[in-house]
């Protein structure tokens, strides 16, 4: 089941659509975030932050689902985006296994409603060596791995690895100016690297047949996540890019569109 490119971001005026999986709190990642100035508009954090179903933090964020997407956003990332708004940049973290991780970090552009501003985010696609390897072919090095799933050994001794020392940089390996280093990524080994199947592969009667701390719930007698894309859907037509405009703004949830989302209660 492949993953959508573009995907679940966040309501209008800062209020994140809690379309999450479960509907799990997200006061565990926000406990000690650190918003230094308002941000306005779009962005909940002037500082960047990450967020993944609907859970976001500008400190240290627990990854929450291999399956669902990543993004990485806020007032002072816009401000540097809005300069070279289709550049693809590539993220760089030192990994608590001693590696670098190397992540290729394409943008997204949404419409601030209540400014009519176009504004710009990140999505980090941590689990497409081959994309990563594209974009960023210049941080080739024996310390640098291209997807989370090399982080650590298949015998990884570790039940968590962290990703600390975020910095942003160019194709070329030319870094921009944006401070990353007040962001943490803590992955579970267990449920993100060794112990989640590939959405979709797993079959299921009935909720419980789904490991609800991986899915969301089962449809269509597959274990998926909520929002997640159902295969073979044309992620380029302009249908599904008004559904997902629409889903981004708030005006709709993913169980208008059955086409396209797969929704769970």
């Given at each position: 089941m492949k993953l959508s490119f573009l995907f679940l971001f966040f309501a209008l005026q800062a209020c994140l659509f809690d379309e999450s999986k479960g509907n799990r709190s997200a006061s565990s990642t926000e406990a000690n975030e650190v918003s230094t100035a308002e941000a306005g508009g779009y962005f909940?954090?002037?500082?960047?932050?990450?967020?993944?179903?609907?859970?976001?933090?500008?400190?240290?964020?627990?990854?929450?689902?291999?399956?669902?997407?990543i993004f990485l956003l806020g007032r002072?990332?816009?401000?540097?985006?809005?300069?070279?708004?289709?550049?693809?940049?590539?993220?760089?973290?030192?990994?608590?296994s001693g590696l670098n991780l190397i992540t290729a970090a394409s943008p997204l552009e949404a419409v601030d409603l209540a400014s009519g501003e176009k504004v710009y985010y990140l999505h980090l696609d941590y689990f497409n060596?081959?994309?990563?390897?594209q974009i960023c072919s210049a941080f080739a090095n024996p310390d640098n791995v291209f997807t989370l799933d090399k982080s650590c050994s298949s015998n990884c001794p570790y039940s968590e690895i962290i990703a600390n020392s975020h910095k942003l940089y160019f194709p070329n390996?030319?870094?921009?100016?944006?401070?990353?280093?007040?962001?943490?990524?803590?992955?579970?080994?267990?449920?993100i690297l060794?112990?989640?199947?590939?959405?979709?592969?797993?079959?299921?009667?009935?909720?419980?047949?789904?490991?609800l701390n991986t899915y969301d719930c089962c449809q269509e007698e597959m274990c998926v996540t909520n929002g997640q894309v159902k295969e073979g859907v044309d992620e380029q037509s302009l249908d599904?890019?008004?559904?997902?405009?629409?889903?981004i703004t708030g005006s709709k949830q993913f169980s208008d569109y059955p086409l396209y989302f797969y929704s769970c209660p």
């Amino acid at each position: 089941m492949k993953l959508s490119f573009l995907f679940l971001f966040f309501a209008l005026q800062a209020c994140l659509f809690d379309e999450s999986k479960g509907n799990r709190s997200a006061s565990s990642t926000e406990a000690n975030e650190v918003s230094t100035a308002e941000a306005g508009g779009y962005f909940s954090y002037y500082e960047s932050y990450f967020q993944q179903n609907g859970v976001k933090s500008n400190t240290q964020f627990s990854f929450q689902s291999r399956t669902a997407p990543i993004f990485l956003l806020g007032r002072a990332l816009n401000d540097d985006l809005i300069n070279f708004p289709s550049q693809s940049y590539c993220l760089k973290a030192k990994l608590s296994s001693g590696l670098n991780l190397i992540t290729a970090a394409s943008p997204l552009e949404a419409v601030d409603l209540a400014s009519g501003e176009k504004v710009y985010y990140l999505h980090l696609d941590y689990f497409n060596e081959t994309l990563n390897k594209q974009i960023c072919s210049a941080f080739a090095n024996p310390d640098n791995v291209f997807t989370l799933d090399k982080s650590c050994s298949s015998n990884c001794p570790y039940s968590e690895i962290i990703a600390n020392s975020h910095k942003l940089y160019f194709p070329n390996s030319s870094a921009l100016e944006i401070s990353l280093s007040h962001l943490s990524l803590n992955i579970n080994v267990a449920t993100i690297l060794n112990g989640n199947a590939t959405p979709g592969t797993l079959t299921c009667n009935i909720n419980e047949d789904c490991d609800l701390n991986t899915y969301d719930c089962c449809q269509e007698e597959m274990c998926v996540t909520n929002g997640q894309v159902k295969e073979g859907v044309d992620e380029q037509s302009l249908d599904y890019i008004n559904a997902f405009n629409e889903i981004i703004t708030g005006s709709k949830q993913f169980s208008d569109y059955p086409l396209y989302f797969y929704s769970c209660p």
